[in-house]
């Protein structure tokens, strides 16, 4: 083996000197990877043979981290001067989606109220019309109104479940779907008596998250529930 693999194609910080040691390195074990011994003198040879690889080593490793251990101190420079700007940019992009989340959740749960003060005008006036269709003794009709006043509070709470969240141009949510241990015991012997899979025994929450993830609202095992959360995301701008 030639020095042309230590001397073509090498890094720049690999000097000449350092091309050529490694080289000789190189050249030595190659003479011994396939050594075998069948005499005293050639035990004693090879033990003076794994030596000088020790030391072939050992000089290597040396010549290698006089190389690397520059470039690794640049490089903790470097993340430690952009470690500061990015933990700010982190915080200020938690801070952000915590405030558009808590907005969405606030005008969501204004709509919710809205449509239950509307929902229930509608079932009081619903009751009144009703009230006097049957002391007219209009019986169907008092049917008709109740029926029809059901349906129109159905539509009118459905309609707030469905409706889009504010519009912020590049952002977006997601529903995360996670459990939430709320009675142990009651988990556990839903697993002794086989209504769920034994290996969710010890309650592995990575696995019964990606259930959750999987199921969502759907997933129902005694002793935990399903906690649903809205993540903001977001694209670069």
């Given at each position: 083996?030639?020095?042309?693999?230590?001397?073509?194609?090498?890094?720049?910080?690999?000097?000449?000197?350092?091309?050529?040691?490694?080289?000789?390195?190189?050249?030595?074990?190659?003479?011994?990877?396939?050594?075998?011994?069948?005499?005293?003198?050639?035990?004693?040879?090879?033990?003076?043979?794994?030596?000088?690889?020790?030391?072939?080593?050992?000089?290597?490793?040396?010549?290698?981290?006089?190389?690397?251990?520059?470039?690794?101190?640049?490089?903790?420079?470097?993340?430690?001067?952009?470690?500061?700007?990015?933990?700010?940019?982190?915080?200020?992009?938690?801070?952000?989606?915590?405030?558009?989340?808590?907005?969405?959740?606030?005008?969501?749960?204004?709509?919710?109220k809205l449509a239950a003060a509307e929902a229930k005008r509608i079932e009081q006036q619903a009751k009144r019309e009703a009230k006097r269709a049957e002391k007219k003794g209009e019986t169907e009709e008092a049917e008709v109104i109740l029926d029809h006043a059901d349906t129109e509070v159905s539509l009118t709470l459905a309609a707030v479940e469905t409706r889009a969240a504010p519009e912020v141009k590049g952002i977006g949510s997601r529903k995360k779907y996670s459990v939430v241990v709320t009675d142990k015991m009651a988990f556990i012997n839903a697993v002794a008596t086989g209504s769920?899979?034994?290996?969710?025994?010890?309650?592995?929450?990575?696995?019964?998250?990606?259930?959750?993830?999987?199921?969502?609202?759907?997933?129902?095992?005694p002793g935990i529930v399903v906690k649903t959360e809205d993540i903001v995301t977001a694209r670069s701008a």
């Open positions: 083996m030639d020095n042309e693999r230590f001397t073509d194609d090498r890094p720049n910080e690999v000097t000449q000197d350092i091309a050529d040691r490694v080289a000789a390195a190189q050249r030595a074990a190659h003479e011994l990877v396939e050594i075998v011994i069948d005499s005293p003198q050639g035990l004693d040879s090879a033990g003076r043979d794994l030596r000088q690889v020790k030391a072939y080593q050992r000089q290597i490793d040396d010549l290698r981290k006089s190389i690397t251990r520059p470039m690794d101190d640049r490089k903790k420079s470097v993340m430690a001067y952009f470690s500061g700007p990015i933990d700010f940019l982190d915080q200020a992009e938690g801070a952000l989606k915590h405030a558009i989340s808590s907005y969405r959740h606030h005008v969501a749960e204004e709509a919710r769920i899979p034994d290996r969710y025994v010890d309650l592995n929450m990575t696995e019964l998250n990606k259930l959750a993830r999987a199921l969502k609202t759907d997933l129902r095992y």
